[in-house]
Every structure is written in structure tokens, then in C-alpha cells.
């Protein structure tokens, strides 16, 4: 049975996109935070988003940003927020003693069906769940952000997940029209997470040793590797530049091992490489609120043209 109505926990920056694509999803969506002016700034928000989007074409769903502004509520009482709610996901700070607390409250409240969802982006579920009466019906939903424009989910249980909980997540991240991955079981950093430290390290340890410059090393992703990563992953990019995944291992096998044991320790992310790469990025983009929005607009505009990009091309 697929829920009708949804309840967010934590108004911020990921509630808020959460409870845009659930709305243009058509669900019911109940907004909750312990502050009201969070509330209402983040209410504002969505306005002015879904106004934007509409006006430029780019409003997901089939509804008007009136008729999905006019699903969404907003509620400072836990209690009226979760009730009738099916599915609720949980974006308040990462913090885990708050986030445990929250579950704890939640776990008291609710009944034996809603999906209680977290946001977390680091936090493990045998973390955040373990003990709760309802852990069966416990489960991160980690989006990236902002997952109005970024369509991946990675849906990871806690061992004592019901399987039902995991294909009941997942069949609503499709209808909403995300991008949902299972993972079957808990690990540090999930898999976004894990990719993307691992391109990080690497980078950092490229620029701190001198080898390249900060801003080259971003154009060798998004002038490069990014290029065809936003349309097939490492693994099918080893099929297709050989004939097949065998025949890229042994071709180039042992080149890969030879370069990957030249990888050093983790790194410190501490010192002059710091002071490096926060003077580069700060000449192109200056750490000012006016100007970093305005980047991050930008951002988004490249990942809505991205996305239009990706519906046109899509191959199955
Ligand atoms: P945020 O700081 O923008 O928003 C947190 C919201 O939670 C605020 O509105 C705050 O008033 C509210 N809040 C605080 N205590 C609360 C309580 N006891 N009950 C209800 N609401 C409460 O944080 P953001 O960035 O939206 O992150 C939320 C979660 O999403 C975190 O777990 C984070 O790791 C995860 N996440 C964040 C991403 C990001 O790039 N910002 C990406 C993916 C996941």
C-alpha cells in the first residue's frame, strides 16, 4: 500500500527538498521542527523555489506549484505531525544522540506500519536504531543534496530491518521518481560517500604534493571523469573501453595495480595543503553568503539541464 501522506522531521535544507518532491509526487506532506520560524522561512522557501521552477518549466509532477504548495502543512507538535502519516523521513542535525532521541520519541508514537526513514549521511542504522520496539520498520534514506535535482537514494537497513520495510522504501523513491540503490548491509560512508572520499583523497594528496593545481584538479572531473560519470558508472565505463569487463582486466590489471600502490595513507586534510586549496577556490569564489548562493544557483541550473539531458537520453 503506497502512503498518501508523508511527515518530514527537521525543516532545513534537506526537509525542505524532501518535502518538494514528495509534493510533486502528489503525497500529503506534514512539515515538522521544533522552531516556527524555521518553519515559516522554510515554507517561504518552498514558495519561492516552486514559483521559480514553474515559471522557468522545470516544476517536477503534474500538479501546479499552487495545488503542491497546498499539500504541504507545517507542525511544531511530534504528535499531530506523524498522524495518518505512512512514511516518515527524519532530517534533523547530525547529531547522534539527538537523532536517537527523536527515534526513541517516535518509536513511542507511532504504529506498526509507517516507515520510520532517516536522512543521515554518515550515521550507521545499527547506530541509530538499535533497541527501538519499531526498529522492523527502521531505515536510512540518504539522499544527496539537494535531492530535488539530485535523484540518488541510498537505501541501507539495520540487520533487523523487515525486508518488507527496504522494497516498501524503494517502490517509493521510484513513484516519487528518485533514484533509489539497496545496500545490503551497513558500512562506513555508505557507497556515495565511500566513492566520493576515496576521488577526494586522491585529489587532496595530487595538489598537496604539487603535482597539480586546485583548479585543474577540479577540471580533470568536471571537465573529464565527470563528463561520462553523469551517465554511466566506473564499471561500465572498464566494459566499454575494452571489449568487456575480462578484457579491460587484462589489459590493464596491472597498470591499475601499479598506480593504485603508489596511493598514500589517508590524508590529514590539515595545514599548508588547506591554506592551498582554500586560497584557490577563494579567488574564483569568493567565501561570501552573496556570492556562494549565487554559485550554488548555478549549480543547480547546470543539474535541472543535467536531468533534462538525462530524460532525453535515457537508454532503457
Ligand atoms: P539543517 O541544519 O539545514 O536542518 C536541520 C533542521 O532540523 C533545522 O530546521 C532544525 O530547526 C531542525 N531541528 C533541530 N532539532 C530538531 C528536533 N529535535 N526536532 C525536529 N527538528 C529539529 O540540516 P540539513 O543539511 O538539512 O541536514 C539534515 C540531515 O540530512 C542530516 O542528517 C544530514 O547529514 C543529512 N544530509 C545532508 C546533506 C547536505 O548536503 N546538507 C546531504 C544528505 C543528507
Known amino acids: 500500500m503506497e502512503p498518501s501522506q508523508v511527515t518530514i522531521i527537521g525543516s532545513g535544507l534537506i526537509g525542505r527538498s524532501w518535502a518538494m518532491v514528495f509534493a510533486a509526487g502528489g503525497f500529503r506532506v506534514k512539515l515538522y521542527d521544533i522552531a516556527q520560524e524555521q518553519l515559516t522561512t522554510a515554507l517561504e522557501n518552498i514558495r519561492k523555489q ?38 516518515i523521513q527524519e532530517c534533523t542535525p547530525e547529531n547522534l544522540e539527538l537523532k536517537k532521541k527523536i527515534f526513541g520519541q517516535l518509536d513511542l508514537i507511532v504504529g506498526d506500519s509507517v516507515i520510520l526513514s532517516s536522512s543521515t549521511s554518515c550515521l550507521l542504522p545499527s547506530k541509530l536504531f538499535t533497541g527501538l520496539k519499531h526498529v522492523k520498520q527502521c531505515i536510512v534514506s540518504h539522499p544527496v ?15 533487523e530491518t523487515d525486508p518488507s520495510t527496504t522494497e516498501r522504501t524503494y517502490a517509493l ?4 521518481g528518485q533514484s533509489p540503490v539497496k545496500l545490503n548491509r551497513e558500512i562506513e560512508g555508505f557507497v556515495l560517500n565511500r566513492l ?10 595530487l595538489v598537496g604534493e604539487g603535482v597539480i593545481s586546485p583548479t585543474d584538479l577540479d577540471l580533470v572531473m568536471s571537465d573529464g571523469l565527470g563528463m561520462r560519470y553523469a551517465f554511466i558508472g566506473p564499471l561500465e565505463t572498464m566494459h566499454l573501453n575494452a571489449e568487456g569487463v575480462s578484457s579491460y582486466c587484462e589489459r590493464y ?20 595543503t588547506v591554506q592551498k586549496v582554500n586560497q584557490a577556490l577563494s579567488e574564483k ?9 549565487a554559485r550554488r544557483k548555478w549549480r543547480d541550473e547546470c543539474l535541472i539541464g543535467l536531468a533534462k539531458l538525462k530524460t532525453q537520453m535515457k537508454s532503457d
Open 50 to 87: 516552486m514559483k521559480e521552477m514553474e515559471k522557468s518549466g522545470v516544476l517536477k509532477g503534474a500538479l501546479s506549484a499552487e495545488q503542491q504548495l497546498a499539500l504541504i502543512s507545517v507542525s511544531t507538535d511530534l504528535k499531530a505531525a506523524v498522524e495518518g502519516a505512512t512514511f
Open 173 to 176: 523513491m521510484k513513484k516519487i
Open 145 to 159: 543534496n539537494p535531492p530535488y535535482f539530485v535523484p540518488l537514494v541510498e537505501i541501507v537497513p539495520h540487520p
Open 285 to 293: 569564489i569568493p567565501v561570501v553568503p552573496k556570492v556562494l548562493d
Open 253 to 272: 590489471a596491472e597498470g591499475m595495480k601499479l598506480v593504485l600502490n603508489t596511493f598514500g595513507p589517508v590524508p590529514e586534510f590539515s595545514g599548508g
Open 196 to 205: 566520493q572520499y576515496a576521488v577526494i583523497s586522491e585529489a587532496w594528496r
